[in-house]
């Protein structure tokens, strides 16, 4: 082993954050915590030391554990890093970090949206991030893997990221938590069955956002089914407000815009109004009635009424499922975006006259959806990560049709996790037509 200390001429560094003293350590520990620093190496004071440590292949020390041995590495690379900074050497032109937790980070949707996020696409490129990368024993070499490559993209934005499989600890402090990690649903398990298997993993999270995370922390949920994991979510988070919780149906949203501007023979952004109502599954109703393709309704520009009510519906609803047979794999990449979209159109202000759809608490709706679930709506924000429901939207027989059987089987669902919402014994009866997922085959 080499140790080495070096002391290197003043300078001022645009990489830092506002604080007098920051220590900087990059770590890896195989345990339940782990920390790697990703900032680029930075200048540092006369007063300050870089301490180096250079292991040439070290074995790893042993630690007891429970009666286990374990092993650990206290340094994640060769390199153990601590800077000493003085309070002049701060910049004032970069915000107050936030701390982002995603859940299920060796995945393939998180493979495609952490870049996203560390690039400053999502938050803006003067918003430097924490992640907070939470993953299951099994893929804890996956997830060491993913640091490397955020630490190797040198992304100036991405602080830190924290990878482990402990949600009290890797929630710690977090502003925003992006919950994708669910099992699927496998060949012959019950809709039923999912909803206990994932259903479980979702109380737990919320338990640990209760504990550890910012009072007003955002929470969107991406696993399915994620209406009801983001109801069950919230009931075990009581101290965060309801209102923080969304179900992801941003990408049934995208994907129907993609429909009509088809249709229409336009390009996607002239269409706006998009609504998804209700459940994350093929009860969704994607709403053609309120849409607007340049600015004008919807069932004005596409005469084919027959095709809105029958194809279109259909081919979102099936969407995910026709891209599994085409291409042998789920939709990873455009979820990803679409959980980019949902966030952006909460820390962005809505367009004039424009809304967006995501799945949120719907006690105190104007539309006269049963309270106490978690329903896509159309919704409006002024970009300070809050919402409003949108209250001039017109719901005709055929729609309000289409609604009401997504809400009965959101409420079916929610009898079946009843023991993890706090409200009694679970009683799971969802018909005789077990709706599937978008995506499911």
């Given amino acids: 082993m080499a140790m080495a200390e070096l002391s290197t001429p003043k300078t001022t560094s645009p990489f830092l954050q506002s604080s007098s003293r920051l220590r900087l350590s990059s770590k890896l520990h195989l345990s339940n915590h782990f920390r790697h620093l990703l900032l680029p190496p930075l200048p540092t004071t006369p007063n300050s030391k870089i301490s180096c440590s250079v292991s040439q292949n070290q074995a790893p020390v042993a630690a007891q554990e429970n009666g286990l041995v374990k092993t650990k590495k206290e340094c994640y690379g060769v390199f153990c890093l601590t800077y000493d900074l003085k309070a002049e050497e701060e910049t004032k032109s970069w915000k107050k970090l936030i701390n982002i937790a995603v859940s299920g980070a060796a995945g393939m949707i998180s493979n495609h949206l952490l870049f996203k996020l560390a690039s400053g696409e999502v938050f803006g490129p003067d918003q430097p991030i924490a992640l907070k990368l939470l993953g299951s024993e099994r893929s804890i070499q996956a997830l060491e893997g993913v640091a490397m490559e955020l630490e190797d993209s040198l992304f100036p934005l991405l602080r830190e990221v924290d990878i482990g499989t402990d949600p009290y600890e890797v929630f710690q402090d977090v502003e925003w938590a992006l919950l994708i990690g669910a099992k699927p649903r496998g060949p012959g398990m019950e809709r039923a069955a999912l909803l206990d298997i994932n259903g479980q993993i979702f109380a737990d999270q919320g338990k640990a956002l209760n504990a550890v995370a910012s009072p007003n922390v955002k ?16 009931k075990n ?55 607007r393709i340049n600015g004008v309704p919807v069932k004005e520009v596409i005469t084919d009424h027959k095709w809105l009510e029958e194809g279109f519906t259909e081919s979102v609803q099936k969407r995910g499922g026709l891209l599994i047979q085409k291409w042998g794999r789920s939709s990873a990449a455009s979820t990803a975006v679409s959980i980019v979209d949902a966030i952006k159109s909460l820390v962005t202000p809505t367009p004039e006259g424009d809304w967006f759809s995501t799945g949120v608490y719907t006690n105190g709706n104007p539309y006269g959806i049963a309270e106490d679930l978690v329903f896509s709506m159309p919704c409006r924000s002024k970009g300070d990560g809050d919402y409003e429901l949108v209250k001039d939207v017109e719901i005709d027989d055929y729609l309000r049709k289409r609604i009401a059987k997504s809400e009965a089987e959101l409420l079916a669902e929610k009898k079946c996790v009843a023991h993890l919402t706090g409200e009694g014994i679970a009683f799971c009866d969802l018909g005789p037509v077990d709706t599937m997922l978008p995506g499911e085959v």
């Fill in 219 to 234: 929470v969107l949920v991406v696993g399915n089914p994620c209406n009801t994991n983001a109801l069950i979510c919230l």
């Fill in 237 to 291: 988070a009581p101290n965060i407000p309801a209102k923080n919780f969304h179900a992801l149906t941003r990408l049934d949203e995208n994907r129907a815009k993609c429909q009509l501007a088809l249709k229409a023979g336009v390009f996607y952004d002239k269409v706006s109004n998009m609504t998804i109502w209700g459940n994350h599954s093929t009860t969704q109703v994607p709403d053609f009635l309120n849409a």
